[in-house]
């Protein structure tokens, strides 16, 4: 490939500064959360937490639920729970 191409627009990179406000939220509670772990994606961030204390976990997916849709509620993506994950992607 020729060396002055760019792998990614500018405008695509700029759709995912919401990753820069995400991850430093989702890296608190993976390490206040024993058995946690955190999976950067190329357009999601998942928070794991199938090996946490499931009501320590439980309590913690939700408080990382609602802390992520506060701060995110003006970037074009979406936090959803799943069955031991919390999720952020691009709506």
């Known amino acids: 490939w020729h060396k002055d191409w760019e792998w990614e627009s500018p405008s695509i990179a700029a759709d995912f500064d919401w990753k820069q406000i995400a991850e430093p939220v989702m890296r608190v ?5 024993d058995g946690s772990s955190m999976e950067i994606k190329e357009s999601a961030l998942v928070w794991h ?3 946490a204390d499931p009501d320590f976990g ?5 408080e990382l639920l609602d802390h992520l849709e506060s701060v995110l509620a003006n970037e074009p993506v979406m936090v959803k729970r799943g069955q031991f994950i919390v999720e952020v992607k691009p709506q």
């Open 29 to 33: 509670y993976t390490e206040a959360t």
């Open 49 to 51: 937490h199938q090996d």
């Open 58 to 62: 439980s309590c913690q997916a939700k």
